[in-house]
């Protein structure tokens, strides 16, 4: 079985996931999760615009880590949510965790003194266990199986792509021997830091803008199974089509984003039959048929297909408001 795990402590869900199996027979995913706490809102944030190039790693050719660093950050540059820079102590604490994973055949987030490769009880402890600065705050992505599809089981989600499309500036990759661990960083966020990332500080959108999943033009793959999810997305529904994902800056609490219409429509120009995903502070402003799911960031919203889309060009189109002002985007992808 092939499994990870995402963390993204503040503001967000836990989330443990298994990969996407293509073929068929394959033994089918499983995902585990909880939410945790949110930390406090700094009065200090020192937010960025997010970059608009990606930057280069000291991961080499032959490297793994390379495929996924390059993959994930044209994935966030192609959305302008920004690109990630590598952290060595990210680096270092993630390959401490992905040895302590597999010394004691496990898959989490946390470690347990005693245990064999301990270093420190979470994520961000293990970067500091490793000389990393005290004054960030830390998620972490844990995966465990064909290391080349890491990537692709955490973008094909609702959870686990809204974290890694969020406001984190840098990153840490630890991949061989079936395991994959991913830290995140937001260093800007004001405050002494901790487990999660902080909705505030970090690569943020101009308040005028949105970023949306899947990217213009991108090709994506039509099916998603909402059970690889816990919590699950849509226990009701055995298959989905790829979740379409808007978000926005809501960086102080008193931001909101609703949803006045979302769709989707096909190829010979059909609406697909879609449920409407928002936050829960989010529900009150938005239309009456979207559904409260209290595991989504605020700011984020996702349309998400009720069965399978086939393969073709769609096009989704966002109508909505940040704070009262008016925000509407219609793009074009390619599923298959």
């Given amino acids: 079985m092939r499994k990870s795990l995402l963390a ?7 989330v443990a996931v298994c990969a996407c199996i293509d073929n068929a027979g394959a033994t089918p995913p499983t995902i585990v999760a909880n939410l945790s706490g ?46 990630l820079r590598q952290d060595p102590a990210l680096d270092a604490a993630a390959e401490n965790h992905l040895e302590y994973m597999k010394l004691n055949a496990v ?9 064999p490769g301990f270093t420190s009880p979470d994520p961000y402890h293990q970067v500091l266990a490793v000389g990393g600065s005290h004054r960030q705050w830390v998620g972490q992505n844990a995966y465990n199986g064909d290391i080349g599809r890491c990537l692709a089981s955490l973008a094909n989600s609702v959870y686990h792509l809204q974290g890694i499309t969020s406001n984190q500036e840098t ?15 937001v260093v800007t966020a004001a405050g002494t830091g901790g487990y999660g990332l902080a909705q505030w500080g970090g690569q943020q959108l101009p308040p005028g803008t949105g970023a949306h999943y899947p990217a213009s033009n991108a090709s994506v793959r039509g099916l998603f199974v909402p059970a690889d999810e816990i919590p699950n997305p ?11 994902m808007f978000r926005v800056n809501v960086e102080k609490p008193a931001d909101v984003l609703t949803v006045s219409s979302f769709t989707l429509t096909g190829p010979r120009g059909d609406a697909v039959p879609a449920r409407i995903l928002v936050p829960a502070e989010s529900k009150a402003g938005s239309v009456a048929s979207a559904v409260a799911d209290a595991s989504l960031y605020r700011g984020v919203v996702f349309l998400l297909p009720t069965q399978p889309i086939a393969a073709g060009t769609y096009i989704a189109s966002f109508v909505g408001a940040r704070n009262g002002v008016a925000i509407s985007k219609s793009w074009r992808f390619t599923a298959y």
């Avoid at 898959?107 to 245990?115: I, K, R």
């Avoid at 849509?234 to 379409?244: C, E, K, S």
């Fill in 234 to 244: 849509a226990p009701d529904l055995a298959a989905a089509g790829t979740p379409i």
């Fill in 107 to 115: 898959m989490s987030h946390t470690e347990t003194p005693g245990n």
């Fill in 38 to 83: 949110k930390p406090t809102l700094s009065k200090e944030p020192s937010p960025s615009a997010p970059a608009g190039t990606t930057h280069r790693s000291t991961y080499f050719r032959a490297d793994p880590r390379l495929e996924f660093f390059n993959a994930l950050n044209a994935l966030r540059v192609a959305m302008g949510v920004g690109a």
């Fill in 8 to 14: 993204f402590a503040a503001t967000s869900a836990v």
């Fill in 171 to 185: 990153i840490g990759l630890a991949m061989r021997d079936n395991y994959c661990v991913a830290n995140f960083g």
